[in-house]
């Protein structure tokens, strides 16, 4: 009996100790599954990154995967790993920064309508709710918000570009077409889509910092100065969206 006993005994301590193993085999694999995943992120946004770089510096045309790749330090089959071709990878330059930016502006707007109560935001709230998430970065210390903006400003007029990304900026588009028609109820509809257009115009114009401004004003002016810029956008094209729908127009 007592030799039964020690070998039952004996059993179940090799049982525990194969359940130890496979344990911390588990334990073990998760841990690297988890390196893996980070590193993978890590690599992911490198490449983001020199991307957005490249392309703000040389266009979408002028720069290779190749260039990117050097410039984030990772391998060219990395690059098609995660993003499969450039203008996939094009894409997701503009999506990362471009949902940040939707949701500040969707809140922004909420606030306006909250502090709006009964009555529809006024055209100035609403266009400061479009404009300052995106302007007021500029003016801050990230610079990839400057890389984007070039980048931006290089693309907005290239059918590729909006066939491309129009599934990622479209739904803010129409956010704003739609307060505007409410903020506007007497506006031709034709008028709400041109003054949209109109904005993202004058937008994109600022965003460009291209430096002409202050060679016209002599130094009076500058380029980069986006916070200025923004103080004086935002009556500008609200003047402009009211005289749209007013009723001489």
Not at 39 to 63: H, M, P, Q, S
Request: hydrophobic share 45%; net charge positive.
């Amino acid at each position: 009996m007592r030799g039964k006993g020690a070998f039952a005994k004996k059993s179940a301590r090799a049982v525990a100790a194969r359940r130890r193993r496979v344990a911390g085999d588990g334990r073990r694999g998760a841990l690297t599954a988890r390196r893996g995943a980070r590193r993978g992120d890590t690599t992911r946004l490198a490449i983001l990154d020199a991307a957005e770089r490249c392309f703000a510096a040389g266009g979408f045309d002028g720069v290779s995967l190749r260039a990117i790749t050097e410039g984030a330090g990772v391998d060219l089959a990395l690059a098609n790993y995660h993003f499969g071709s450039k203008d996939n990878l094009l894409r997701e330059v503009i999506a990362r920064r471009a949902r940040v930016v939707h949701d500040d502006r969707v809140r922004a707007l909420e606030l306006a309508r909250q502090a709006a109560g009964s009555r529809s935001p006024s055209i100035e709230s609403i266009v400061a709710a479009f404009l300052d998430p995106l302007l007021r970065r500029l003016a801050g210390a990230d610079r990839g918000w400057r890389y984007y903006a070039s980048l931006i400003s290089q693309l907005d007029v290239l059918p590729q570009f909006i066939a491309l990304t129009g599934d990622v900026l479209d739904p803010t588009a129409l956010h704003f077409i739609n307060a505007l028609r409410l903020a506007l109820p007497k506006a031709r509809p034709q008028a709400i889509y041109w003054g949209y257009m109109f904005l993202i115009g004058a937008m994109v114009q600022v965003m460009s910092a291209t430096g002409r401004i202050e060679r016209l004003s002599r130094g009076l002016c500058r380029s980069d100065d986006a916070e200025t810029a923004l103080r004086e956008l935002i009556p500008f094209v609200s003047a402009g969206l009211r005289a749209l729908a007013s009723p001489s127009k």
